[in-house]
């Protein structure tokens, strides 16, 4: 959780500011090209992570909005193995970006709707807006969660709110457990090398560039090349065998999110099709 979680996972990204911005200076120019598909609207900067507005298919202009990051970038500290958060009261505060990555506004929260580090690393909060509201306000619409699982090969943007950053590459993969730490997580994306995502990262929109859809939330790399470590995930296959891959960096996939938004944008763990962890 590095970032691994998304940039400085652990501890760059819950530090935040003070220590995202060192990780910040040495990390590549060549990961900062743009895709022209794809810019920074509806993408948010946290206090120390970053995230955006989405929505589900079916969700409506008069619906809360949602906010998507990552769990380990929660307030309330990384949620333990097996912890899930859910409708928890939050007055946490977001920076809306535009296309060109400019802050145009302040948006809230009313709750944590949803937060977990177990099998994903995921966190929802509610606003305090509308979509409608947000779109007559500023003028951007939210980004629209895929219903799809995304294929080996597609070409995707790590778009961070944080550093006003683009990263570039593609789905080279998908780990059938990614472990950190404690944390252990499901079918992660893992990308080709090309995307040096650094701490401050943590909670990007995985931005299809063929379709504009969010096809998963970055959230974690390994940093040094050490086995399974915080700040160094290993991959483990069916059979238990690991395999380590220093400086690559990983995701985790949103589409299973999709079935658990009934209406209102509520989350429903119950629905038919959600497999997220419960409580």
Not at 8 to 37: E, H, I, N, Q, Y
Not at 87 to 111: C, P
Not at 178 to 205: F, H, M, N
């Amino acid at each position: 959780m590095k970032k691994p979680l998304v940039g400085a996972f652990l501890s760059v990204l819950l530090l935040g500011a003070g220590v995202a911005p060192a990780a910040a200076a040495g990390g590549p120019d060549a990961t900062d090209v743009r895709a022209k598909a794809v810019g920074f609207a509806g993408t948010v900067a946290l206090s120390n992570c970053s995230g955006s507005v989405v929505r589900a298919p079916s969700s409506q202009p008069g619906d809360p909005a949602l906010v998507l990051s990552n769990g380990h970038c929660l307030e309330t500290g990384f949620p333990g193995p097996g912890q899930v958060v859910l409708d928890r009261a939050s007055t946490r505060s977001f920076t809306l970006l535009n296309a060109a990555g400019n802050g145009v506004g302040t948006l809230r929260a009313s709750k944590i709707a949803y937060g977990t580090m177990t099998d994903t690393d995921v966190s929802l909060y509610q606003l305090t807006t509308t979509y409608a509201q947000i779109e007559s306000s500023y003028g951007i619409k939210a980004l629209e969660l895929d219903s799809a699982r995304p294929a080996k090969g597609t070409a995707i943007t790590v778009a961070s709110g944080y550093w006003k950053r683009l990263y570039s590459c593609a789905v080279d993969g998908f780990a059938y457990r990614l472990k950190e730490g404690s944390w252990t997580w499901k079918d992660s994306v893992r990308y080709t090398s090309a995307c040096q995502t650094i701490g401050g990262t943590s909670g990007s929109p995985v931005i299809n560039d063929a379709t504009g859809k969010v096809v998963a939330v970055n959230n974690t790399g390994n940093e040094d090349g050490q086995r399974c470590t915080d700040n160094n995930p290993c991959e483990v296959d069916e059979s238990g065998a690991v395999t380590v891959r220093k400086g690559i960096n990983y995701a985790q996939q949103t589409y299973g999110i999709v079935p658990c938004l009934g209406p209102g944008n509520r989350i429903d763990l119950n629905r038919t099709g959600c497999a997220l962890p419960k409580p």
